[in-house]
C-alpha cells in the first residue's frame, strides 16, 4: 500500500480524514492561500473537480500561512471565501504547514515524493501534486500552473 493512505488530516470542520477514503481515486492535493494572487485559481480547481469526479478525481485543498501570512483567517473565513466566492465544494482542510519541522506529514512526504526544480521545498501557494489511483505521486505542478492546464494529466490518470 502506498504512503499516501497512511496519513490523515482534519478536515476545515475538525473532523479527522484518513487518506484511505481516497484509495483508487486520482487525487490533486493543493496548498491554498485566501489572499495570494493565485487564489482566484479556486475556481478553475472547482471547475476540474466539477468535471472529473464523477470519473475519479478528488481536488484536496490544505490552506496555508507560511508565505506572505495570505491565509490569516481561521476555518469559519476560510471556508467562507471558498465557498461563497468560488463555489469550491470540494474537500478543504484544516490550515497546515507545508514546509519545514512542522510541516504536516502528508506534505513532507509529498515535496520528498515528488521534488521541485528547486528542491523540495515547496515555494508558494497553489503548489499542485497529482496521485495517482495506486496513491503514488505523479507530478508536482508550480503556483503559476492553472488548474486547466493539468487536465490533460488528470486524464491520463483518470484513463490510463
Partial sequence: ?????????????????????????????????SQCGFTPQYAGL???????????????????N????????????????CQLNYGVTFPMFAKVDVNGSEAHP???WLTDAAP?????????????FLIGRDGKAIKRFAPITKPEALADSIRAQLNP
Fill in 46 to 64: 472547482e471547475k476540474l473537480y466539477q468535471t472529473y469526479k464523477d470519473q475519479g478525481l478528488v481536488i484536496l485543498g490544505f490552506p496555508c
Fill in 116 to 128: 521541485g526544480m528547486l528542491g523540495n521545498a515547496i515555494k508558494w501557494n497553489f503548489t499542485k
Fill in 66 to 81: 507560511q508565505f506572505g501570512g495570505q491565509e490569516p483567517g481561521d476555518a469559519a473565513e476560510i471556508a467562507q471565501t
Fill in 106 to 108: 502528508l506534505f513532507q
Fill in 1 to 33: 500500500m502506498s504512503p499516501f493512505y497512511s496519513f490523515s488530516a482534519e478536515s476545515l470542520t475538525g473532523q479527522p480524514m484518513p487518506m484511505a477514503d481516497y484509495q483508487g481515486k486520482v487525487v490533486l492535493v493543493v496548498n491554498t492561500a
